[in-house]
């Protein structure tokens, strides 16, 4: 198994994405913590891992809050012995106009939490990375500089400035044996919501791989854990394009 005996702290694990990770480090031996707002739905990630015979433990946590981040992370340390495997993919709101027309306030609001979000849990696992001198930070959309997809408002945006985050913690962590690595999608069409309006936004993805097919959620949770084990051990500070094409990642 590619994360036997690794631990691995999924904030937003109750979501499709997280849910997809949870599912596929769990089935290669991870003992998974599921951390979210909503119990309901990290509880049903939960018992669907450990009906498939995985590890998963669920708790409670904003995201946003310093403070409780770190409480839990280091409840899981003392638990467990260390974190090798920290993720945030909690869902942010996303604004999908152009940039134009949305508010000031609203666009800088958004991309303000999601770096603050992304500050507070990866500070939190990285206090206990640069102790055991190991351990991998797994950050999710990346960054395309050749972007060409009108509409997308704070969305891309948010997912430049973590990306920059990304590459902040890279230079400083790197030193200290901690890996850290991007997950660049282009886009999960399995998540988005069954709705008429979302066809062409997904047509869309599909038609701009060369192989006409786009990423789904059970490729995210498969990548994720080969970036998280050993066997990803020489992939760090940069992305990993798994967008089928669709994005050059630069």
């Known amino acids: 198994m590619l994360l036997e005996n690794k631990t691995a702290v999924i904030y937003g694990g109750g979501g499709s994405i997280g849910g997809a990770m949870a599912d596929a480090f769990?089935?290669?031996?991870?003992?998974?913590?599921?951390?979210?707002?909503?119990?309901?739905?990290?509880?049903?990630?939960?018992?669907?891992?450990?009906?498939?015979?995985?590890?998963?433990?669920?708790?409670?946590?904003?995201?946003?809050?310093?403070?409780?981040?770190?409480?839990?992370?280091?409840?899981?340390?003392?638990?467990?012995?260390?974190?090798?495997?920290?993720?945030?993919?909690?869902?942010?709101?996303?604004?999908?106009?152009?940039?134009?027309?949305?508010?000031?306030?609203?666009?800088?609001?958004?991309?303000?939490?999601?770096?603050?979000?992304?500050?507070?849990?990866?500070?939190?696992?990285?206090?206990?990375?640069?102790?055991?001198?190991?351990?991998?930070?797994?950050?999710?959309?990346?960054?395309?500089?050749?972007?060409?997809m009108a509409g997308m408002g704070n969305v891309q945006v948010g997912f430049d400035a973590v990306e920059s985050l990304r590459r902040q913690w890279a230079v400083e962590l790197a030193p200290h044996g901690v890996r850290t690595v991007t997950l660049l999608t282009g886009g999960i069409v399995d998540t988005f919501p069954d709705i008429p309006e979302m066809e062409g936004p997904r047509q869309g993805i599909i038609d701009s791989s060369p192989l006409k097919r786009a990423a789904t959620m059970s490729d995210v949770g498969a990548v994720a854990a080969f970036v998280a084990s050993e066997k990803g051990r020489s992939i760090t500070s940069t992305q990993v394009n798994i967008s089928v094409g669709a994005c050059y990642g630069g």
């Open 26 to 148: 769990a089935a290669e031996g991870a003992r998974v913590f599921l951390a979210g707002r909503t119990p309901a739905k990290l509880e049903a990630v939960a018992e669907r891992i450990r009906a498939a015979g995985g590890q998963a433990e669920t708790a409670v946590v904003d995201a946003t809050d310093a403070a409780a981040v770190n409480d839990h992370v280091d409840a899981v340390v003392e638990k467990t012995g260390s974190v090798d495997v920290s993720v945030n993919v909690i869902t942010g709101e996303g604004n999908f106009q152009p940039l134009s027309d949305i508010p000031v306030d609203a666009l800088a609001g958004a991309v303000a939490r999601a770096l603050t979000t992304q500050l507070i849990t990866t500070r939190a696992a990285a206090r206990h990375m640069v102790k055991q001198e190991s351990g991998v930070l797994l950050f999710f959309g990346g960054s395309d500089p050749a972007n060409a």
